[in-house]
């Protein structure tokens, strides 16, 4: 649709430095990481809420569509317009305040993680939520996809964090929802309903996070199997033995067989599967209850047992973790990065029917993650130039969800849905759930100007 006369209004409104409509502008804001591109009329960047309300006033009265930005780092084209009309780029609302008495931060939208993360540390504090691009991803961001990390298995996802939310309506009408107290219990938990909502449903410029106290130290261990059976059942056991890791990652042979290619690191040679897990806490708990997460361990005959004590060793350690992801990259195939969740006691199903399907469909399947919360991303490796492929690739992801949602599982524990999963949307969700969707969707933004053209 053309929206040039809406666009024109607004940039007399608001000025051209603050509405940009040249080309470079309107290409950079027309992509995420997914690489899904749709272009947009125009790329609006507020100065302050008067320019964001005034945005969604005008957008709502001539229905043009309208998608937040943080910094484009979503994997399923959720931030890409869809339906073109406005851009709205909030990663310059970057202001972080650490309140150290009460335990919070007060972010605005674009501040990035990483930022949040340092800046409470700084004063003691710990933000959990760690996706691995956070050093560029927005709180806003983070916020609409309820994003997660390595740390979800014992301190939760983004949701967890989020107290209060100052959010702009599609009427262009502010609210501030929930608190800034660390329990609230007046009136429904309205604020929850943004965080997940992919810009569906408001745009969030601004957060209350809870914070909790920085944990003094950390340990891990880094463990080789020579079977994913073996892997699987050394982390049940710890959970069993009543220890909550901060971290749980495991990794599949091919994946392993990557990162030895590249790294040359002689422990993984031959290994089946890798599990790193982390504690944090008190210097002599956490060095005592190592030495007996390592007794469990060792009842699953490992091949290695690596030990990390301290930032420095526990860092090396995971040196080897952050190679992966470049190493399956160092293959020549594309990784279909699936961010699936499953109970965590089918996790070794999970791997053995990964297994079937690489044989199944002949493409390989590399499978790691975050095993604390189930969440592995099962990334289906693809050669385009081979004939057939993609048609092969969509089976073998058709029947990958097909088994997680039977399963029990979830279809994305990360990412969202975006684009890129909207196809698999009617199978993960109920026919009753998606017309409440649709309710929630229509009491909120009646026109549909929101990030149009996505799930809902
Ligand atoms: C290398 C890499 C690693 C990643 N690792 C992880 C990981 O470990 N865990 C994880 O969860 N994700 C991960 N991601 C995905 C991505 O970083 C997250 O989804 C992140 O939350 C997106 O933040 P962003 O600021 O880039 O948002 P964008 O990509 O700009 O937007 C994402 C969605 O949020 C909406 N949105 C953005 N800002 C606002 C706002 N202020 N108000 C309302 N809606 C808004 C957009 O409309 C869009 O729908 C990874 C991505 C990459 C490229």
Not at 271 to 282: M, N, P, R, S, T
Not at 386 to 409: H, M, N, Y
Request: glycine share 10%; hydrophobic share 40%.
């Amino acid at each position: 649709m053309d929206f040039s006369s809406a666009t024109k209004q607004l940039k007399g409104k608001l000025g051209p430095r603050i509405v940009r409509t040249d080309r470079d502008s309107r290409r950079a804001a027309s992509f995420d990481s997914s690489k899904i591109e749709f272009p947009p009329e125009a790329v609006v960047f507020p100065r302050g809420l008067p320019d964001v309300a005034a945005v969604l006033q005008l957008a709502n009265r001539r229905r043009v569509p309208v998608t937040v930005r943080g910094r484009g780092t979503s994997l399923t084209g959720s931030a890409a317009p869809a339906r073109g009309g406005w851009v709205l780029d909030l990663h310059h609302w970057d202001k972080i305040r650490i309140d150290a008495q009460a335990g919070l931060a007060h972010v605005q939208a674009g501040a990035t993680v990483e930022r949040i993360q340092s800046a409470a540390e700084k004063k003691g504090w710990f933000y959990p939520p760690d996706p691995s691009s956070m050093k560029y991803c927005t709180i806003g961001g983070n916020i609409a996809c309820n994003a997660g990390g390595m740390h979800g298995g014992k301190y939760g996802v983004t949701r967890d964090y989020v107290l209060g939310l100052e959010v702009v309506l599609a009427d262009g009408i502010i609210v501030r929802l929930g608190s800034r107290t660390h329990k609230n219990k007046t009136g429904f938990d309205l604020h929850r309903l943004f965080v997940g909502s992919e810009g569906l449903l408001g745009v969030v410029t601004e957060a209350t996070l809870k914070l909790i106290p920085l944990p003094p130290f950390r340990a891990n261990l880094a463990v080789g199997f020579d079977s994913m059976k073996n892997a699987v059942r050394a982390l049940q056991s710890i959970f069993a033995a009543g220890f909550l890791p901060c971290a749980a990652e495991l990794a599949d042979e091919f994946t392993l067989v990557a990162a030895y290619k590249r790294t040359k690191s002689e422990s993984l040679r031959g290994c089946k599967a890798h599990l790193i897990v982390e504690l944090d806490g008190q210097i002599n708990s956490v060095r005592s209850e190592l030495k007996d997460l390592e007794r469990i361990i060792r009842r699953q005959k490992p091949l290695f047992i690596q030990r990390g004590f301290g930032n420095k060793e526990c860092e090396a350690v995971w040196q080897i973790r952050r190679e992966f992801s470049y190493a399956l990259r160092d293959t020549g195939l594309t990784k279909l990065n699936e961010d699936i969740v499953v109970p965590r006691g089918k996790l070794e199903q999970l791997f053995k029917f990964a297994t079937t399907l690489q044989k199944k469909h002949g493409l390989q399947l590399a499978c790691f993650g975050h095993a604390g919360d189930g969440n592995i991303h099962t990334n289906v490796m693809v050669d385009y130039t081979q004939p057939g492929t993609k048609k092969r690739a969509e089976k073998c992801l058709d029947e990958l969800f097909r088994w997680v949602i039977a399963s029990g599982g979830a279809i994305t524990g990360e990412h969202g849905i975006g684009l890129a999963k909207k196809r698999w949307w009617p199978q993960a969700v109920s026919k009753e759930a998606r017309g409440l969707h649709r309710t929630v969707k229509h009491a909120l933004d009646p026109k549909g100007i929101l990030n149009p053209g996505k799930f809902v």
